[in-house]
């Protein structure tokens, strides 16, 4: 028999039987859309859970991001990272605004607070910074030279449901941070995303530009898109917020096999724990990897764990300016992002989710140890 493939993740379900009353109910009273009374009620405790003020639902990750600049009017420039996932800079494009690429730390690979005041013209309006593996970025300095010039912050904060730095919840920074709840995320209504805000007006406009614009039943105040989320994904949403927490108690036991096994290996580099991170979610499990050390490349190991069926992913090569999409724009010719080309060329993310196997995380750190060469 063929062994079963393991991959970088899967998705994580409740029992099928505990989603069926809520899919009856949904079938009785047919309300399918609109905010029903799942999605009002997905909004009030996923913000209790996260310690937020004001959550607002979208069917996915892209169109919240996309709606976000629009809800804060972005303009001209935006200042990003080029070591993300594409959604990022095309939410960019999707509103007509040049992405100008600065480069990344070499630890975590979140944006250079350091490189970014160069970066900044008289057309920049905002900062779009991603936390990165659900490392937060460095949210106090993009505060400061986001305040010196009076430049907007959103944070595609995709990867860092549940992330909290100082005690506090990692969303609260910048203007608006965005959430996918995608498949593949720690936390999935199978398709699914959200702006978080900080006060009631706010919501309210990003409620109404999600909701075609719609103010009331005769008014139209905004040009507003569809991208509301559905009863179902709400109600599915709901259950998963109850196994969130025991999801990331296993995340993090897998995460600590991984560490124990691959930490004295010459040549591989482990993503440290950024100081001050009081609550992580272990969506990712990258590691970098030295080829003069290791004495293999990224890709032949990436080549090889797949001969043994383990697919794991190279988040995030090649970089967004890399694409063909962005070379047609001039994107590559912009600063030079020398960080992010190295990181990109080092990176591998292993598997990770809550019902990996141990015994699989074991033969994983083993396939890595015997295949370098000495
Ligand atoms: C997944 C992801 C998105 C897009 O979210 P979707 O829900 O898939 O649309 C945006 N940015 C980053 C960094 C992501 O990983």
Redesign the pocket.
Known sequence: MKKKQIYVTEPSLPEVEEFIPYLKDIWETKWLTNNGKYHKQLEVDMADYLGVDYISLFT????A?ITALQALNIKGEVITTPY??V??ANSLIWNNLKPVFVDVDPIYGNLDPDLIEAAITPRTTAILP?HVYGFPANVSRIQEIAQKHKLRVIY?A??AFGVCLDGESILNHGDLSIL???A??VYNTM???AIISHDAATKQHIDQLKNFGFMNEISVVAHGINSKMNEMQAALGLLQLKYHKSNIDRRAEIAELYHTGLSKIAGIRLASSPAGLSNYNYGYYPIFISESIYGQSRDSLYHYLKTQDIIARRYFYPLISQYSAYQEIGAASQLSVPTAEKISKEVICLPIYPELDPEDVLRIIDLIKEYRSH
């Open positions: 996915n990750g892209t169109l991001l993300t996932f959604a990022t991603v595609d995709a990867h996918s709840f995608h593949t995320k398709e699914g995303g």
